[in-house]
């Protein structure tokens, strides 16, 4: 059996891509020799009685199949992709949305002002012996003699014919059953008068609905007083008999010093 060994000629075109090998180690080279050797096998394996192949040819083709091993790793269109570094990744991401600006917190609605509430008249506590619903109407006298601009006199004459009129209470009177059906606090029968000062509507005084008001009676009775000729002079029993042309003129002395009381009581 014949053994197998390189040609002379292969072995020169083997020694010369070892060479190239050595020069410039890559895989294209590698391809090469492989080929080469390829071809030294089937020379080998043709016999010895093949004929020898033609040096360069033999050259030409290891140039070629260099050549084309390098053409394919250039056109190759499969690619390792590159590690991404820190400017990649930064350029990858999404720029993040700004933040909403914060809105100023709204303020809240200004309260309106509260209304200042009036004050409610002081209740004066009884004095002299009264209940306080006499005490309370001698106040609407004192109130009324006040507005009208009168002296401190003319309030104690008033108080004083209240007194002995009704006791300081607003009077109906069972003769008149229209005085009825107004607020009252008691009844009387003296004739037709009615209220604190038994004022009579037959007399001129006013009609009977207006006299059984506290403060309409009380100002009819003061206006009726200014017209009286030096009524500030005069005792109180005089000044309150002229007004009110009693048959028991003298009566009314003996409230002056309760009503003084009374009216010191209003300060």
């Known amino acids: 059996?014949?053994?197998?060994?390189?040609?002379?000629?292969?072995h020169r075109a083997l020694s010369r891509v070892r060479r190239l090998h050595a020069l410039v180690p890559s895989r294209r080279y590698i391809a090469a020799g492989a080929i080469v050797g390829s071809l030294g096998l089937a020379a080998v394996a043709g016999g010895a009685g093949a004929p020898a192949p033609d040096q360069s040819s033999l050259a030409a083709q290891v140039v070629a199949a260099h050549a084309d091993a390098a053409d394919r790793a250039s056109r190759g269109t499969t690619r390792e992709a590159p590690a991404a570094g820190a400017a990649g990744t930064a350029a990858a991401k999404k720029p993040a949305a700004p933040a909403p600006a914060a809105k100023a917190p709204a303020k809240a609605p200004a309260k309106p002002a509260a209304k200042p509430q009036a004050k409610k008249p002081a209740v004066v506590k009884p004095v002299a012996g009264l209940d306080q619903v006499q005490m309370n109407n001698a106040k609407v006298i004192v109130d009324t003699g006040k507005s009208l601009g009168l002296p401190k006199r003319a309030w104690i004459i008033a108080i004083a014919t209240a007194m002995q009129e009704s006791n300081l209470y607003n009077l109906a009177s069972d003769v008149i059953p229209e005085s009825l059906q107004y607020a009252h606090q008691g009844t009387g029968a003296d004739h037709d008068s009615v209220g604190l000062f038994q004022?009579?509507?037959?007399?001129?005084?006013?009609?009977?609905?207006?006299?059984?008001?506290?403060?309409?009676?009380?100002?009819?009775?003061?206006l009726a007083l200014a017209d009286v000729p030096g009524w500030n002079q005069m005792a109180v029993t005089v000044a309150a008999q002229t007004v009110q042309g009693s048959a028991f003129p003298d009566a009314y002395a003996q409230h002056e010093g309760r009503a003084a009381v009374v009216v010191n009581a209003f300060g």
């Open 1 to 10: 059996m014949t053994s197998l060994r390189e040609s002379p000629t292969t």
């Open 199 to 222: 004022q009579r509507s037959t007399a001129g005084w006013g009609a009977v609905r207006d006299l059984m008001k506290p403060s309409y009676a009380a100002k009819a009775f003061y």
